[in-house]
């Protein structure tokens, strides 16, 4: 069957009249996003937050591979889906994890007949996949869906307050979907499509944002067919971040009693680079850990610079105020995160749980050794590592278990480093840096 037959058999079906030729989609004046929000986008911008927390950066990755969208070829609606259009984008350089995404965002510059026919699916480096929107409207396998049309610039985040589906459910006789910023939402074909969903969350569980991220858009239905003009993925995420290696088990030291010896170390290592300045012009140090450990006062944390002489002790023997002591018996499950800005106490918070119960998650000082009436002052990162000539090279982590009969495991561990500020100029009446 020709086009123009697969086109008429399928709007009788849809009950829908034959497309126009002058429908005026090439005709209209296309928007753009605005100067100011590429330009603030695209620049890497380190910002702190209100709370002093780590750094945040935002960079745009614009897409190669924009083009036309194939049309399936048969009339009908539902799977088989036509030949992909696959656009890229090159994150190489973004040193983060999943974890450390604060948002992802997409937007996609385009045009298509019949929004139901589409399905546009986000994948990260490592194949995670996450559906933008699919098969709008279409609530069975081989319903049509909505016949809205896409024509313009659309948004997808988070954060974003517009609902694709009772967007497009609004349109009447093929009009444009509006352009703006959506949700994403879950595919259709079900009765149980156009949910809302959450994208970064979706990839929080990467190991490595650094790599070719890819949007694959198909075309379920025959006779339509629509164009990529242009698309972006935004990624914000935590500057700093190195990644752990070597996380495992804490090794039980293997005898009864409490306090030393303790057992053989559980050392996870940090490859830093790219940190410029000394130890006096870095602007935040802070650990994540993702731990599990019965009885929490066997446990000690220390940390390690490249120099291998300067360490500073996360937390040591919580508790504990003789060297035999057993101190606290809470439980660590979940990830806990030290860093000068914090407001937590670690020993006050872990002295407040009875019955072994867990320690919260969340954000602590780091606090002096137990084992002496002394301990569990808060201490300060930043100045420990102060002296050292560079933040680069090799940070290790070592976690020691000095208590009988308990046992833990790291799940995983980052370490955030960021180093001094770049120096900011005005030109053009933007602020950015030199050139």
């Not at 006789?173 to 910023?181: F, H, I, Q, T, V």
């Not at 890819?214 to 990644?243: K, M």
Request: glycine letters at 14%.
């Amino acid at each position: 069957m020709t086009p123009s037959r697969i086109t008429a058999a399928r709007d009788a079906a849809r009950h829908r009249p034959p497309p126009f030729a002058n429908r005026c989609h090439a005709a209209r004046r296309r928007p753009t996003l605005s100067l100011l929000r590429k330009v603030l986008l695209t620049i890497a911008v380190g910002l702190i937050t209100a709370a002093g927390f780590a750094q945040v950066e935002t960079v745009t990755i614009p897409a190669t591979g924009v083009g036309t969208i194939p049309d399936r070829g048969t009339a009908g609606c539902g799977p088989p889906a036509g030949a992909p259009l696959v656009l890229s984008y090159d994150a190489s350089g973004v040193r983060a994890s999943g974890a450390d995404l604060q948002s992802v965002e997409v937007d996609l510059d385009f045009t298509h007949n019949w929004i139901g026919d589409v399905t546009a699916t986000l994948a990260a480096p490592d194949g995670t996949e996450h559906v933008l929107f699919a098969r709008t409207g279409a609530t069975t396998p081989t319903g049509c869906g909505d016949s809205s049309d896409a024509n313009g610039v659309y948004s997808f985040s988070d954060t974003a307050t517009g609902d694709w589906w009772a967007e497009a459910s609004l349109q009447t006789g093929g009009a444009d979907l509006a352009m703006g910023s959506y949700r994403t939402s879950s595919p259709g074909g079900t009765a149980g499509g156009g949910a809302l969903t959450n994208m970064t969350s979706a990839f929080s569980g990467i190991s490595n944002v650094d790599g070719t991220w890819t949007l694959t858009l198909t075309d379920s239905g025959g006779g339509e067919q629509g164009t990529v003009l242009s698309s972006s993925l935004f990624l914000a995420y935590r500057l700093g971040a190195f990644p752990g290696t070597g996380t495992g088990a804490v090794p039980d030291r293997g005898t009864a009693g409490c306090g030393p010896p303790a057992g053989p170390p559980l050392v996870v290592s940090f490859d830093v680079a790219g940190i410029e300045g000394t130890g006096a012009d870095l602007e935040s140090i802070e650990v994540d850990i993702d731990v599990t450990h019965n009885w929490l006062a066997d446990l000690s944390a220390e940390l390690t610079a490249p120099d291998g002489l300067t360490s500073h002790t996360l937390f040591s023997r919580t508790g504990a105020t003789t060297p035999t002591g057993c101190g606290d018996s809470s439980d660590l499950n979940g990830v806990y995160t030290f860093s000068d800005a914090s407001f937590g106490d670690w020993w006050s918070e872990a002295a407040a749980i009875t019955g072994g119960a867990d320690l919260p998650t969340g954000r602590y000082r780091t606090s002096s050794p137990g084992g002496s009436p002394s301990g569990g002052s808060p201490t300060n990162m930043a100045t420990a590592f102060a002296g050292i000539a560079s933040a680069n090279g090799t940070w290790t982590l070592e976690l020691t278990d000095s208590g009988g009969g308990e046992t833990g495991f790291v799940s995983a561990a980052t370490l955030f480093i960021v180093g001094p500020p770049p120096e900011l100029v005005f030109r053009n009446g933007f602020e950015l840096p030199p050139p």
